[in-house]
């Protein structure tokens, strides 16, 4: 009975840390977002009220990025506010959140003003049409834009095929902006055509940007009274003495920028598929289920967030239904070598492989030393449990080093006589 009452306590020790280091995981997470949220409290201490809305996105443009400045643009017309900054670093994305950024651009009803910031910032590749969708495009000194040729989502190049149909289809995307927008047509076409990139003195002469301001304080005060064509409608701006609040992103959106790395979520899946395997090995452990239960939702919400292939996300599957199946086998250990062989393949196939057209900067690829170490791990921890049951089958009474372990100091009932049992001990 004490030796049970031990057992017991050691697995709600085992339970207790898998919680702690979840919620140690939460609280890192969440930490910035309360303090940014103190901070925009301070910002409005007073009852003053803002006008001005300031989005920072200083990443590659994906699905989260696209949801949030999304989000902040519905804020900013639900606050009827008066101008929304989109202050702009990003070497490019993904081409689908892109268009649904540019989309949620030119359908807004508060006018928009992108800021490439700060010096030494770049709206490359995808951010060259956000820049050119917005109703002012302002830059600071020492900043660039352009380079906006379509690529593969590994970054390579196109086959000569569908390279020449991404372009154009990307080429006549940047014109109808340009056009809506009336900024320079031809020069903004070059830059996915032939992957021109202009310094901010040569995009303002050039008619791509509208004006350069040193910092974001002396952009306000060049707004101040700036014409605005919003839906065929000229506006001037209001925004002498503006307050200025900042949109962040939300937790949700710190996670789901977090998962959403092909790297992590590969790792969470493929955990999150051994840890279910583990608790099928040995039920009532709880922790490798509990965890892997909650790695595989997590991983797999990751990967929704990427251009996914579903030939990868199938191999994966394969592959943990190969690893089950392999607890089955009489230890030859085929099931468990052609599970990680699906899930390396799955690995690769899963994002990047079938190089669908995007602009430069997203890369959204799982790192192929990352797929080796996998590899080898759950390989190496396949070839051991094949041994173990191989070495099952010639060993009398045989239990794993693993059982064997967590039997000591158990107690044991004698169902035979002691004289009659043969135990061979290894």
Known sequence: MP??????????????????ITL????????????????????????????????????????????FIERGLDRAEEEDLQLVVLMLNTPGG?????????GSILMSEVPIAVYVAPSGAQ??????????????????????????????????????????KASQDAAAFIRSIAERRGRNVS?????????????????VELGIADLIAVDYESLL???DGYPVDINGESVELDISGAITSQIDLSLLER??????????????????????????????????????VLFLVLGWAGVGQLPFSWAGVALILLSMLLFYLETTAPGIGYFGVAGTVSLILGGVFMVGFFGNPTFTGADPTVNRWLLAIVGVSIGSLVLWFAWELRKSKDILLYESPTLVA????????????LSDLQVRFW
């Open 255 to 292: 996670v789901l920028a977090f998962i959403s790395d092909p790297n992590i979520a590969f790792l969470l899946v493929s955990l999150g598929g051994l840890g279910v395997i583990v608790e099928l090995w040995n039920p009532g452990l709880w922790v490798p289920g509990t965890l892997g």
């Open 3 to 20: 030796n049970r009452s031990f057992r017991g306590v050691v697995r709600g020790i085992r339970v207790l840390i898998a919680v702690l």
């Open 24 to 67: 140690a995981g939460l609280i890192g997470i969440l930490l910035p977002s309360l303090e940014e949220s103190a901070q925009a409290q301070s910002t409005e201490s007073g009852n003053q009220q803002s006008n001005v809305l300031l989005i920072r996105l200083d990443s590659a443009i994906d699905g989260v990025s696209s949801r």
């Open 221 to 223: 005060e060049q707004l």
């Open 406 to 417: 967590s039997m000591v100091g158990g107690a044991g009932v004698v169902s035979a006589e």
């Open 123 to 164: 709206a490359a590749s995808a951010g060259t049409f956000v820049g050119a969708a917005a109703h002012i495009l302002a830059m600071a000194p020492t900043t660039n834009i352009g380079a906006a040729s379509v690529v593969g989502v590994d970054g390579d190049d196109l086959p000569d095929t569908l390279s020449r």
């Open 94 to 102: 993904l081409l689908d959140a892109t268009r649904d950024i540019i």
């Open 187 to 203: 020069a903004l076409e070059a830059t996915v055509l032939s992957a021109k990139a202009y310094s901010a003195s040569e995009a």
